[in-house]
């Protein structure tokens, strides 16, 4: 039986990059976690759909990708409650939950947008910066070269980024630019939105130009004192 069970995907976005981690052997034990440090999670958030949340550490240059958890039926509670009895069982420090942009939108019913609801239950929201699908896919390109991951997110997360595939199109006899809507579009979704916000672009501090010489409009003249005697 000549055949490889983690041979690349025809249409893979990340085919090579995911052969480069298990040529290189970054899928092992000793990716842990620092104990002085948050472990922080990229939430990929579906309603009537799955939930996909990684959870990961910056280390130096290196990105340690710790955790991957999906499910669907339920509330916001409920992975709530499963990342807080994670973080007991491993001893983590709970940092930042990275959510897309559509989270700040409103839900019918409860009037409240899903970050007002994640932060309410305890966690810590924050909006993924904004970007393109196709800046997304360059971002996990980018990134994965820099990660290492413990073998517990091998099944159902990083097996989806391998699977993660563009649709075929038989009548052309090519691959369409819109990616395969299956089991693996949340998991490369919420890892898109964790590549946009592990690193942040620095902001930029312009100092103020110091004013020498000629000026428009001229500086107001120094007040003088009075006539002394």
């Given amino acids: 039986m000549l055949c490889s069970f983690n041979a690349a995907i025809m249409g893979s976005f990340y085919s090579i990059e995911c052969a480069q981690v298990r040529a290189e052997g970054r899928i092992t034990e000793e990716a842990i976690a620092h104990y002085d440090k948050p472990v922080n999670y990229a939430w990929d958030i579906g309603v009537g759909d799955d939930t996909s949340i990684w959870g990961y550490q910056n280390q130096g240059a290196q990105l340690v990708v710790l955790w991957h958890y999906a499910s669907s039926g339920v509330g916001v509670e409920h992975y709530r409650d499963v990342i807080e009895k994670n973080e007991r069982e491993h001893g983590w420090i709970h940092g930042i939950d990275y959510v897309p942009h559509d989270a700040k939108v ?124």
């Avoid at 939105?193 to 500086?219: F, N, V």
């Fill in 106 to 229: 409103k839900e019918w019913g409860s009037g409240r947008t899903r970050v007002e609801t994640m932060t309410t239950l305890g966690l810590k929201p924050m909006l993924v910066p904004l970007a393109t699908l196709d800046d997304g896919i360059n971002a996990v390109r980018r990134t994965l070269p820099l990660c290492v991951f413990h073998p517990r997110v091998e099944e159902g997360g990083f097996s989806a980024l391998e699977q993660y595939r563009r649709e075929w199109d038989d009548d052309k006899k090519a691959f369409r630019a819109s990616a395969v809507h299956d089991w693996t579009s949340h998991p490369a979704d919420a890892f898109r939105y964790l590549a946009q916000a592990w690193k942040p672009a620095p902001r930029l501090i312009t100092k103020q130009p110091k004013l020498e010489g000629w000026r428009i409009p001229p500086p107001a003249a120094p007040k003088r004192g009075g006539i002394i005697f």
